[in-house]
């Protein structure tokens, strides 16, 4: 069992930035692959980005690329959603998630899953 934490979410102007957070309680946190997805209020839950057990790739949606970021740190079992330029639709709960697959899209591939953290964008 693998308990993810995000924290880092809140309020912030548009072209702002903010930096996720997701701490992962097992020490084993470097077999799994790590994704982000997010929700917004009526919409589908979407796939942000990914990044594998190493960190040494990532895999991110169209919509993302240039603007947010992934990073983790295997030492802390935390992995990172770094989020700049933001636009008042980024505004959504957002997940991260683990994954035993490589990096992958799909919400099925995907094991275990945090209870999200709210961003909030202001125009």
């Known amino acids: 069992q693998v308990r993810l934490v995000e924290s880092g979410g809140g309020l912030v102007q548009a072209g702002g930035s903010l930096r996720l957070s997701c701490a992962a309680s097992?020490?084993?946190?470097?077999?799994?692959?790590m994704g982000w997805f997010r929700q917004a209020p009526g919409k589908e839950r979407e796939f942000v980005g990914a990044?594998?057990?190493?960190?040494?790739?990532?895999y991110y949606a169209d919509s993302m690329k240039g603007r947010f970021t992934i990073s983790r740190d295997n030492a802390k079992n935390t992995v990172y959603l770094q989020m700049n330029s933001l636009k008042p639709e980024d505004a959504a709960i957002y997940y991260c998630?683990?994954?035993?697959?490589?990096?992958?899209?799909?919400?099925?591939?995907?094991?275990?899953w945090g209870q999200g953290t709210q961003v909030t964008v202001s125009s």
């Open positions: 097992a020490h084993i946190f470097k077999n799994y692959a």
């Open positions: 990044i594998s057990r190493s960190g040494d790739n990532t």
């Open positions: 998630a683990a994954s035993l697959s490589a990096l992958r899209s799909t919400e099925a591939s995907y094991d275990f």
